[in-house]
């Protein structure tokens, strides 16, 4: 990071910075832990031409879920551009590992937030689901929610893309048919949108943070479906959160349903890699 740049972010925080040291865990966008002599700071940094966008979005995210007073998240200290760098700085949560305890706070945490509820499923603004444009158009129907701007918008993409063939995609009707049963009496909940395991914290007080949101209002198990996607975050966890927001017969298979989007992400996002699994679930619930 150039001189300039980091005089810049001195003059806006009004700090002398102390040290910038890179942070690994991002896909998508650069971090640092940015020391001042009497803070510490998160930077993330983007070039790309979405990243001003992205970061605006991500801040009125984070925004809206400490509105809830439900679960943390990192203050907000600003977001900005200077030259062809957009940016955005965080509070700097300072983490560990999460123990049983921790899990059973977490989810308890997850699903009082999921208890926020509206009159509608999606939000008043479109956002990201990593560097991927997500569209929150409002519905009454989750059904038509997740159909129309969820699924659709990623199989059309890895149509156009290559990754899937005419033949693999299944067709509206078909997904609307498929869909019906399981997507009856659904309320909408305030969601993370992205809940993978590198996308929450654990401060060292035992607090559970929320971070890189894709918030919209959706079905809850969406959540649950991305946290059990790469590994799952512990029986304390999931005990916890079902004590509050039970399981009924029809959640494993809307699991794999919802798993089904963030596959499609990750086939848009990274490649071939995540075919087979896309193509999996394609064939078992819309074949």
């Not at 832990?33 to 970061?55: C, G, R, Y």
């Not at 997904?175 to 590198?198: A, C, M, R, T, Y």
Request: aromatic share 12%; glycine share 6%; hydrophobic share 35%.
């Amino acid at each position: 990071m150039n001189a300039r740049f980091q005089n810049y972010i001195s003059g806006l925080l009004n700090k002398t910075i102390t040290s910038l040291n890179p942070v690994s865990g991002g896909d998508i966008s650069q971090a640092y832990k940015l020391k001042t002599p009497h803070h510490i700071f998160l930077l993330k940094v983007n070039t790309s031409e979405s990243a001003f966008n992205m970061f605006q979005a991500e801040a009125n995210a984070l925004k809206r879920i400490e509105n809830t007073k439900t679960i943390k998240t990192p203050q907000i200290i600003c977001y900005d551009r200077f030259d062809n760098h957009s940016f955005l700085i965080l509070e700097y949560i300072v983490s560990k590992s999460p123990s049983n305890i921790d899990f059973k706070t977490f989810g308890a945490k997850l699903a009082e937030l999921h208890q926020v509820t509206k009159n509608c499923f999606g939000l008043d603004e479109d956002n990201f689901i990593g560097s991927l444009k997500q569209r929150n158009k409002t519905y009454q129907s989750w059904l038509e929610f997740y159909k129309n701007e969820r699924l659709l918008p990623q199989l059309e993409l890895a149509k156009q893309s290559g990754h899937l063939s005419d033949a693999e995609c299944p067709s509206e009707s078909k997904i609307q048919e498929n869909l019906n049963n399981l997507f009856e009496n659904i309320k909408p909940s305030l969601l993370h949108g992205d809940l993978w395991s590198g996308n929450y914290l654990i401060s060292t007080k035992g607090d559970p943070y929320l971070i890189d949101p894709a918030l919209y209002f959706g079905h809850h198990e969406v959540d649950i479906a991305m946290t059990k996607l790469f590994g799952g975050f512990g029986n304390a966890f999931y005990k916890s959160y079902h004590s509050i927001l039970p399981e009924d017969r029809y959640t494993p298979t809307r699991i794999e349903v919802y798993q089904l989007y963030y596959l499609l992400v990750h086939l848009n996002l990274f490649g071939r890699s995540y075919h087979s699994a896309v193509s999996t679930i394609l064939k078992k619930h819309f074949s």
